[in-house]
């Protein structure tokens, strides 16, 4: 059984829920998944969609957004499965085709992914996201068409720190660093208060090999969230690269 087959949430978590004010109803639930997404809080935004989908089995942002978490989370043929489920309701809706694409093409199967990237477009798609799919699968594809359709998500979404997030997400996934920091550069200047931007912005500083770069982000990822993990993980990762390079160049100087 599939470790997402039952999507409920923690006693502790649900009565924090209950405490909150005003009415728990589809567009709470689905507000509560965007914050969620917001911070890379995927598996609790799969339980969000989950409870907006109680509410309004009819909601195809709900569907949508559960396979975008599924992906996210690396969950690729999951997300195909959700999304061919979600699309038996839903057959024209052109972001979850494109949604579907994306875990197609990241799942490998690059000629069926493109279909469906074709078939959002024809639906008279022109939303940030679908363009976003599209610059996925043909970068999956390893067609330059992709710099194209990143550049227009972006355009059609000019001011949006998220979908400069979520491009940049897509350049990391492709091992792309260079333009995935730009992207989140550009992001920062937007939301300089958002943590997740300067949490990649040193993962990709630190793959490049910008230590001292990646170790101010990390530190910035504190002063806006004092306890996250993956920043922590991410000072100790630069500290032993550092090391590392100080032990080779100590060897070099020894005996090269």
Request: charged content about 25%; glycine content about 8%.
């Amino acid at each position: 059984m599939s470790r997402f087959g039952n999507l409920e949430f923690e006693p502790e978590f649900s009565d924090a829920l209950e405490e909150q004010p005003g009415p728990k109803d589809e567009g709470f639930y689905l507000a509560q998944a965007q914050s969620a997404f917001e911070v890379a809080g995927f598996e609790k935004a799969l339980r969000f969609y989950a409870k907006a989908l109680e509410f309004n089995p009819n909601s195809a942002a709900a569907y949508t957004g559960q396979v975008r978490a599924l992906i996210e989370l690396g969950e690729f043929f999951e997300g195909v499965k959700w999304a061919t489920k979600a699309l038996e309701q839903f057959p024209h809706d052109s972001e979850l085709l494109a949604a579907k694409a994306v875990a197609l093409g990241r799942s490998g199967d690059l000629e069926t992914a493109l279909a469906f990237s074709d078939a959002s477009v024809e639906e008279r798609g022109n939303t940030p996201y679908i363009w976003l799919a599209r610059a996925d699968v043909l970068l999956a594809n390893k067609e330059a068409r992709g710099e194209y359709c990143l550049e227009k998500a972006v355009i059609l979404a000019r001011g949006d720190w998220f979908i400069l997030w979520l491009a940049a997400r897509i350049r990391m996934f492709y091992q792309q660093f260079v333009a995935a920091i730009k992207l989140l550069e550009q992001a920062t200047a937007l939301r300089a208060d958002a943590f997740i931007i300067w949490l990649d912005l040193g993962r990709c500083q630190l793959e490049l090999g910008l230590r001292g770069r990646a170790q101010d982000s990390f530190h910035r990822v504190l002063e806006l969230n004092p306890h996250c993990s993956e920043a922590h993980a991410g000072l100790t990762k630069v500290e032993y690269a550092g090391l590392g390079s100080r032990i080779a160049g100590a060897w070099h100087s020894l005996f090269g």
